[in-house]
T-cell receptor, first 117, second 119 residues
């Protein structure tokens, strides 16, 4: 079965702390994504990566950075957490296959709910 | 740029009644369309998807959706809802973009419809 695992389901941090959210997928997918989910705003793309050490900004990258040192792992980093980063964070992955139809179907983790005090 | 509109923020349906959740999209080419469901505190699970071919697609849990190109719609339906269907439902369109290194950016999601089931 397809599996995307987010290491922390719930985190509570203080303003100014550095926060790491880890995501691992076991499907050998090329693409990995970090979304943020807020009530009334739906899912918004923060960053994505289509290969090791490659990253692209999404719609709301400010205040975030990412790291992808291995194909299966994609980390979201909040260098200095702020209260407006309190949210649900969702990691996802998708397959890219050269020469085949790529639909963009996403496989999601369970989410990490971050509270910044 | 692509966009997705889910006009209904909340919908309340009686258990056993039929359901239709609306989704309209804007996309320049033939879209890839998806419906996801999210139970409270969980990640998103794929219900169904449309790529091409038959415009009526069947999904899991008894859901179906119909792609109507002329209306730019992809509405989700279920003939008889169960209390366990109470959840958040998201429509999404594939924004497929090629990069030099391969890969694609993510799906574009609507803001979701919260489904409430009345006993």
């Amino acid at each position: 079965d397809v599996k995307v695992t987010q290491s922390s389901r719930y985190l509570v941090k203080r303003t100014g702390e550095k926060v790491f959210l880890e995501c691992v997928q076991d499907m050998d997918h090329e693409n990995m994504f970090w979304y943020r989910q807020d009530p009334g705003l739906g899912l918004r793309l923060i960053y994505f990566s289509y290969d090791v050490k490659m990253k692209e900004k999404g719609d709301i990258p400010e205040g975030y950075s990412v790291s992808r040192e291995k194909k299966e792992r994609f980390s979201l980093i909040l260098e200095s957490a702020s209260t407006n980063q309190t949210s649900m964070y969702l990691c996802a992955s998708s397959l890219f296959s050269s020469g085949s139809i790529n639909t963009g179907e996403l496989f999601f983790g369970e989410g990490s709910r971050l509270t910044v005090l | 740029a692509q966009s997705v509109t889910q006009p209904d923020i909340h919908i309340t349906v009686s258990e056993g009644a039929s359901l239709e959740l609306r989704c309209n999209y804007s996309y320049g080419a033939t879209p890839y369309l998806f419906w996801y469901v999210q139970s409270p505190g969980q990640g998103l699970q794929l219900l169904l998807k449309y790529f091409s071919g038959d415009t009526l697609v069947q999904g899991i849990k008894g859901f179906e959706a119909e792609f109507k190109r002329s209306q730019s719609s992809f509405n989700l339906r279920k003939p008889s809802v169960h209390w366990s269907d109470a959840a958040e439902y998201f429509c999404a369109v594939g924004a497929f973009k090629m990069y030099s290194g391969g890969g694609a950016d993510g799906l574009t999601f609507g803001k979701g419809t919260h489904l409430i089931i009345q006993p």
